[in-house]
């Protein structure tokens, strides 16, 4: 019965969403306010249609309805209650249920915002939501379907994939989700301007609020993924440059690029149709990013499933891309505007170079992706594009970003004279230059260590220049010290929230910088009582237990970690599931500031005398999810509303 | 100094020329980073998208195993790899070869920031010439400008 009615809901959901993108645009073109009613109602509709999908799958998880075969692949009875609850967006077609739910939820939102305040773009906005929620919605009921029967009913599950029993299972894919969703306003407020005509920035302001929402969503999800990597994956890496981390990266750059060049068609009038262009690149590449993900054409951590879902999401992706690229050529009178510069040495100017940059990025990376499969198209010839690849040509442009992200937001829009920037970079570019030679005397050798390093003290310098100057100047109108920052923060909560964001991004690169640079490994078997020592620890095998959990065998080791004095014992582990051929390993490990003692158990011997221990020693990884930290809190500075004109 | 070089690339020479008189040769000292270095240009063949290097699998244990014997018999690390590629295919390397068809997986990003870059440039120089001869600059006082100018500069 349960399966039926979830089935049913989404059949309804799907219509409903069908009609109201259709009476959405009859409203829009007739201006009958009924029709715009009808396709609002439609909407609030299918939002509480896949509530209620959403709300019987999570029911038919908790009571183990393996007549759902969704339910039976996914969950089996030894599952634990919590397992249970995220299991449901564990697989595709749940995930395809938790995507459309949050789309709705934008749609109602954005409804709730929007019905008057942007009345001239709404009907379409709601148009091309309810469109891409349809899609889902179809997604959802034929190619994989939630509510699917299995027979006959077996008597226990399968069992979630162990590698998702992890408590990062709730926040990494509810926030990625939040932010490849959240793409899609500002995507219906670019099709509604340029359906409209109004390629004005009307569109730009309303909406760049909301991108700046979804892009801290997608953030906060690619972080948590490298803290999930880095804690459950048990490689000691936090970043793989696998094909789905790639897909969820491509969207977060061309939104960083957007967020950017924005501020130059809000000074200058500029960039129109480069700006458009960028959204609907955006959440066409969180439309490709869902195809690697789902269709299982790149092998991957994440792949779950192959079949006709791929052909599906392929055929949408065209469809948005051309209506894109037909509107913006429709438009093209309206759009191609020339642009007016004062000067090469101006803040346009690096935001271009910014803009450059990212793209370039971002098209390596896909490349890069893609690679392999046109690989074995054109010769048949299976080749990999791993870590090494990525690595050596991304490090150079990400190296010249971070320069730009010292240059950009202190050089003088229009024109920069020589005084603007002596009065900024002198004592910057000092600083920097002065840091390269200290970390050199410290025994940094690693040339692009050097540079790294220097680089983000370049461009801290530069922030705390401006951050110092803003204050000083509130000082001597009279203001105290800690009333004028607080002032300054949130007055102009756009500026300094980009800063705190960049902050984070210095914090983070100085992490990767040295987990790449300074991190040790080594792996060794030791018998009982033996110990062997690394970077100045000292790791001891004390013994090893085996114990039955609710649904796997655990063989946990027991090490004794010091450096002079003990500083705890780690119990790294293997978990054996039965549905599963090879053992999980379980990595334990002691977090720092400066470096992370790792651990992981290998090979052992069944009376427990010997195991073999991966012993790890990561540099200043703590610093990335620092880092993380600024960077979510900058975001979230910048999302509150401008306070500047009650000031 | 020179002599030094000249018999260590003789002695390499001979190694490399003679694998099987290569496995007999006294042992050198391996350190874990050489190993590590080459394990990191490996893809594990039976992981989903992780090096030798880092993957915590039996298979890659022993794979590293392996490197390190080579190494220490002697062999140069483009000759380990090679031996990996010679039995799974050029598919084990985790970033491609500079040569071929996979050379364009390298020449894609150049191309790409060449490309925009010249973009950008073109459209800025473009974009520069014009305000002088297009659009005459508005009547403003220059003390107004002046001002103008200070404020919008020293505005944080």
Known sequence: ?647 | MKGRYATAVLLLAVLVADPARGAQAPTRAVTESQVHEVAAELRCVVCQNLSVADSPSEMARQMRAIVRERLEAGESPARVIQYFVDRYGEWILLSPRRSGFTLLVWLAPLAAVAIGFAIVSTLVWRWTRRPASASTPPRVDPAMRERIRRETETEP
């Open chain 1, 1 to 647: 019965m349960i399966p039926e009615l979830g089935y049913g809901a989404a059949i309804v959901a799907l219509a409903l969403a069908l009609w109201g993108a259709v009476t959405a645009a009859l409203g829009a073109r007739t201006g009958r306010p009924a029709l715009l009613l009808s396709a609002q109602h439609a909407a609030v509709g299918v939002f509480v249609l896949v509530t209620a999908c959403f709300a019987l799958l999570t029911y038919a998880f908790l009571t183990f309805d393996f007549s759902v075969r969704y339910v039976a692949t996914n969950t089996n009875l030894g599952t634990p209650f919590y397992y249970r609850i995220t299991g449901v967006w564990g697989a595709l077609e749940g995930s395809i249920i938790l995507w459309a739910w949050m789309l709705a939820l934008y749609t109602v939102i954005v409804i709730l915002r929007h019905r008057v305040s942007a009345r001239a773009f709404y009907p379409w906005v709601l148009t091309v939501m309810l469109g891409v929620l349809a899609f889902f919605l179809l997604v959802m009921t034929v190619a994989a379907p939630p509510f699917a029967r299995s027979s006959p009913v077996p008597a226990d599950g399968r069992g979630l994939n162990p590698l998702l029993e992890d408590t990062g299972m709730i926040t990494h894919p509810v926030a990625l989700y939040l932010g490849f969703t959240g793409l899609t306003v500002p995507f219906a407020f670019a099709l509604a301007a340029l359906i409209t005509g109004r390629v004005g920035d009307a569109w730009i302001t309303l909406t760049r609020r909301w991108t700046i929402v979804a892009w801290y969503f997608l953030s906060l999800g690619l972080l948590i993924g490298g803290w999930w990597s880095y804690h459950v994956l048990g490689w000691g890496g936090y970043w793989a440059w696998d094909p789905v981390e790639n897909a969820a990266f491509m969207p977060w750059l061309t939104a960083t690029a957007f967020l950017h060049s924005v501020m130059i068609q809000e000074r200058r009038r500029m960039l129109k149709l480069w700006n458009l262009s960028l959204v609907i690149l955006t959440f066409g590449l969180t439309l490709f990013g869902t195809f690697l993900t789902r269709s299982g054409v790149i092998a991957s951590v994440h792949a779950f499933t192959q079949g006709a879902i791929g052909a599906f999401f392929l055929s949408f992706l065209a469809l948005v891309l051309l209506t894109g690229l037909g509107l913006l050529a429709w438009r093209w009178d309206a759009l191609h505007a020339q642009g007016a510069l004062d000067s090469i040495v101006s803040r346009e100017s690096a935001f271009l170079l910014n803009n450059v940059l990212l793209v370039a990025v971002t098209f390596t990376v896909f490349f890069g992706t893609v690679f392999p499969l046109l690989s074995e198209v054109a010769r048949g010839v299976k080749v990999s594009v791993g870590a090494p690849f990525f690595n050596q040509v991304n490090v150079p442009l990400f190296l010249a970003l971070i320069f730009l992200m010292g240059v950009g937001p202190l050089i003088a829009w229009r024109r920069a004279s020589l005084d603007n920037l002596r009065r900024n970079f002198l004592a910057p570019v000092l600083v920097g230059v002065v840091a390269a030679a200290g970390f050199f005397a410290l025994g940094v050798r690693s040339a692009i260590a050097v540079l790294t390093l220097a680089l983000t003290v370049f461009v801290a310098a530069t922030i705390a220049v401006d951050f110092a100057r803003a204050t000083r100047a509130r000082l001597r109108v009279g203001e105290r010290l800690f009333p004028a920052m607080r002032g300054l923060l949130l007055r102009h909560n756009r500026r300094y929230g980009g800063f705190v964001v960049h902050l984070g991004i210095l914090i983070i690169a100085v992490g990767v910088t040295g987990s790449q640079a300074w991190s040790v490994q080594t792996e060794t078997t030791l018998r009982r009582g033996e110990s062997a020592e690394l970077a100045g620890y000292r790791v001891r095998f004390e013994d090893l237990t085996a114990s039955e959990e609710s649904n796997h065998f655990k063989v946990a080791g027991a090490f004794t970690v010091s450096n002079g004095r003990v500083l705890g014992v780690l119990r790294p582990a293997k978990k054996f599931y039965p549905q599963e051929q090879s053992p999980i390993a379980y990595v334990d490990y002691r977090l720092g500031l400066n470096e992370d003692i790792y651990l992981v158990l290998g090979d052992f011997a069944r009376d427990g005398s010997q195991a073999t221990v991966k012993l790890l020693v990561n540099r200043l990884v703590s610093w990335i999810w620092i880092g993380g930290l600024v960077l979510t809190l900058g975001a979230l500075l910048a999302i509150l509303p401008e306070r500047r004109k009650g000031a």
